[in-house]
């Protein structure tokens, strides 16, 4: 692909030479998606942004295939619904002017890269594009709509109408080397599955053996011969040879995903390494193994915080868009922006380096007098590891089906009991929140309390908990419980000691007793610089939140599940966002978020979560005070107001929240703060 790019750029140059504007963006369009195929994603879309607006004004037809192209890019980065929705949009595009195979292309891709995420979708997809092609009478593009067809109904677990190796072939004389390689691959998988859900020993393979995948291969393929490769040592009877064959394709993964910066972008192309992590999990629940199972505890928590975070350059114009955005603009003028923030923030090069995850072994040498425990959610089952400075111990919880009632409900039920409600309703609604409180940890707590003890506990919850406020179980109330993003990161942190020296303070508009709030809170703290009123504006709070080591921030906050980096609080010039942290020339050991919902954080990939706690930690803050849910404008006040008296005095922060939270009661609102780090 190196070699197409340089042809297509030097095509380029010598349309621009000859006055052919229109010609040279298209070549720069093809160098672009050249870039793509070779996994240079930011590259691809800044180029093929470059040379967007040309391309457009040149008609529709054109400005559909850019339009197409760019999503497919945008669908490989992760974002499957956006690119989605431009890959449907150009179809239309497409079929209102005739254009069958076009619109056909367009559905092909839009199929392939669903497979993943919704094969049902994808199949449907792709027999409808086979429609248009077969009336457009375009076999090779029918048969490579066949193959995706014959992928998706694999990954459904429905069994394809096709033979795999029947498709292999003809694609391969057409030089597609890499989707027969594809079709080849997801034939054997179909083989070792059907297999196993038949309860019959894998039959040997038929037709051509599949060797090593070179190097230069796209990611995708070469995560599906690991993947492939797993499943028959499994089927061999070899699960610790198939153990190693997944690790080896996350390396792979993690050394491509290291080289993006942007947070938001590592989060989205986890979605590439998640089948390994989850088939690796799955067998480490299966083994029995505790030392296995808190390995791929560890991996399946990490598809995007192994990678080395980067600090990114200033950014003057990233700068820009936000200030503009914060301000009144049209909703159209909104999503430009929106979109053209994502992508600068895309461009920051990564660092090239990823963190192991640490094993048993260094985390008994680490933990101190904590207790570590990892829940994981897989195979069906909820298990934990329980962890102290001696030993490792493995403690299986029950059906994973044990978890949906409780945790279904429980979100609605804590909003609803921070609500302002009369006596006899809001002691009802706070009581039935009591129960489901204790029967969670009946479920999660109580198993485990003989091997925590009294001592300190760091969590690494699986992504389906991420909503339980730990702090308010029984059994954790009142001792120092961190919730930590995996306990490689929390022993990274835990290496430093912690700054507690200056404190900011910032109180958001429309926050009923935030100016009090901060005012009570700032007592605690000898030289103390609050932000209150107008002065609390984006650009001051950035600045402020460069010179402290504790910074609490009390304003309304929301979390926006479709991109969690434009999760913000409101200050007085506007929301304030994720992608404002980026940008911070220092970052706070400690935040205190006082905010409704941006404790809140939303489940990408695997087990890993993104939201404006995961954008703190990931700038480099040691710890994050949040809450999950809704919280009371009193309770918040009652709790910060002792917490910051602790934090001062020394206290680590878990260890002072634990001193500061009031027991829960049904007679007031719960105070659902949890210490993330």
Known sequence: MSAAA??????????????????????????????????????????????????????????????????????????????????????????????????????????SHLVATDPAEAERVARSALGWFEEARAPGLALRARAVAFEAAVTAGVGPSEDGEALAGPLE????????????????????????RAGLPTRPASGRVIGPVPPEAPIDIRLLERELRAELAVAAGRSVAGLRELRAGLDDFHLWQSSFG??????????????????GLELAVESGETDVLFE??????????????????SDPQLASDLAELRGEVTPEREAELREQIRQRAWRVKGSGQVSDPVGLPDLYERIG?????????????????????????????????????????????????????????GVAVRGDLTVRLQQLSALLVAPILEKIGDRPVVLTPSAVLAAVPWTLLPGLTGRPVTVAQSATAWLSRADTPLRTQKAGFVAGPRVMRAADEVAKSATAWSGAHTLTGTDATATAVSALAAEVDVLHLAAHGHHSADNPLFSGLELADGTWYGYDIDGLAAVPDVVLLSACEVGRSTIRWGEELIGLVGAWLHAGARAVIASPAVVADEAAYEVFSRLHGALAKGLAPAEALAESLPAATADAPPAPFVCFS
């Not at 004389?173 to 196993?196: C, F, H, K, T």
């Open 6 to 111: 340089a042809d297509f750029d030097a095509a380029a140059r010598n349309f621009r030479d000859a006055g052919e504007e229109v010609s040279a963006a298209k070549a720069e369009h093809n160098r672009a998606y050249a870039l793509f195929l070779s996994g240079d994603l930011v590259g691809a879309l800044a180029l093929m942004e470059s040379s967007y607006d040309i391309q457009a004004a040149a008609g529709p037809l054109v400005k559909a295939v850019c339009d197409a192209d760019r999503a497919e890019v945008l669908m490989a980065a992760g974002l499957t619904r956006q690119g989605g929705e431009m890959l449907r949009q150009a179809a239309e595009a497409y079929g209102s002017k005739g254009q069958r195979q076009r619109q056909g292309e367009a559905e092909l891709v839009l199929a």
């Open 173 to 196: 004389e057409q030089g597609l080397n890499w989707p027969a390689l594809r079709v080849r691959m997801q034939a054997r998988l179909d083989r070792i599955w059907s297999a196993d």
């Open 262 to 279: 942007s947070l938001d972008l590592q989060t989205n192309v986890a979605g590439h390494g998640r089948t390994l992590a989850r088939r």
């Open 296 to 313: 791929w505890s560890e991996r399946s928590r990490m598809l995007a915080s192994r990678v080395q975070p980067v600090r990114p350059p």
């Open 369 to 425: 007098d904590h207790v570590l425990v990892a829940y994981v959610v897989a195979a069906g089952r909820l298990v934990a590891v329980v962890a102290a400075a001696d030993s490792a111990t493995r403690i299986d919880l029950g059906d994973q089906a044990a978890l949906g009632s409780l945790l279904g409900g429980l979100l609605p039920d804590l909003d609803v009991a921070a609500t302002d409600l009369p006596g006899p309703l």
